[in-house]
């Protein structure tokens, strides 16, 4: 009997260890723009939040640190086809909050961004 709590217990710690190695690396909004190509989670204050309708698309974009247009800024893209995923509208969800947004850190026109596709990838930190 002890022996299978052993076992049990080691394969616990192991699934621990394992699932920690694949988490997502937290870096500040203003550093994002270091790990393009990586997928992390970046935190920061959101700033701005808007829905585009009529943009081609209808995106949402989350600016965090700075706004929109200082190139300084990072952005949360939702795209229109993924806006139902989200129980609340995203741009009144978001506004004003402090989130962490976890994917690939891709780049647009020199400012670095994430494309949220549901809202597992961003949490309301405060």
Known sequence: MKRVIGIGLLALALALIGGAALAAKVVSWDKA??????KVTVKGPVVAAVYKPKIKSSPTFINIGKDYPDKGRFTVVIWGRDRDNFKTPPEKLYSGKTIEVTGEVITYKGVPEIIANSPK??????
């Open 121 to 126: 990838q961003v949490r309301i930190v405060d």
């Open 33 to 38: 723009k270091d790990h393009v190509g990586e």
